[in-house]
């Protein structure tokens, strides 16, 4: 079974860019989050998907994050424009479900320079 | 607010011995938990997931025990291992289906 993909594995950017991270959950896995580590911080949601749809974005730091799901398979968060507070690992997890564990991505690292 | 703290912050123990890791939550509402490791520039990979209804979970070296009523979770490892060096997460799964993190515990096995 192949795992949570996630890419690129490291992005470089200058303020005021776009950068578009992507998301390849567990095939069937029909929960998809995002969680975020800032430097010394310890790792805090972001926001999570049923299916295509948006079920909590409560943890999204503002409106330059924007996430999508395409046809509930794999989903993208788009920063635009980054600034250097954004500059961490995001994570992207999937689960089938409460009560079944999270497998998470290798995460992408994003500086903002 | 939940919040979830690791204790000790780092830690460094010759090869061989056996150690426990310990995780408190504020919150004794939490439908899971679970244990992951994490390598220098690597994911997150689970290592143990106890449901709220259990006591402990054990898959190898590794036990894992939860006691809700107190907020305590501790990690043991038995026989340490180089490649047990890793930083040590625990994470509790709360209402909405969010995990809350601790910051970890940096684990160092001496050869």
């Known amino acids: 079974e192949a795992g949570v993909t996630q890419f690129p594995s490291h992005s470089v950017i200058e303020k005021g860019q776009t950068v578009t991270l992507r998301c390849d959950p567990i095939?069937?896995?029909?929960?998809l989050y995002w969680y975020r580590r800032v430097m010394g911080k310890e790792i805090k949601f972001l926001l999570h998907?049923?299916?295509?749809?948006?079920?909590?974005e409560s943890g999204m730091p503002n409106n330059r994050f924007l996430a999508e799901r395409t046809g509930g398979t794999y989903s993208t968060l788009k920063v635009q424009p980054a600034e250097l507070e954004d500059s961490g690992v995001y994570f992207c997890?999937?689960?089938?479900?409460?009560?079944?564990?999270?497998?998470f991505g290798s995460g992408t690292r994003l500086t903002v320079v | 607010k939940q919040e979830v703290t690791q204790i000790p912050a780092a830690l460094s123990v010759p090869e061989g011995e056996n150690l426990v890791l310990n995780c408190s939550f504020t919150d004794s509402a939490i439908y899971n938990l679970q244990w992951f490791r994490q390598d220098p520039g690597k994911g997150l990979t689970s290592l143990l997931l106890?449901?709220?209804?259990?006591r402990e979970q054990t898959s190898g070296r590794l036990n894992a025990s939860l006691d809700k009523s107190s907020g305590r979770s501790t990690l043991y490892i038995a026989a340490s291992q180089p490649g047990d060096s890793a930083t040590y997460l625990c994470a509790v799964l709360r209402g909405a289906q969010k995990l809350v993190f601790g910051q970890g515990t940096r684990l160092t096995i001496n050869p």
């Open positions: 997890a999937s689960s089938q479900g409460v009560g079944y564990g999270y497998t």
């Open positions: 095939s069937g896995h029909d929960n």
């Open positions: 998907f049923v299916k295509e749809s948006k079920q909590d």
């Open positions: 106890i449901q709220s209804s259990q």
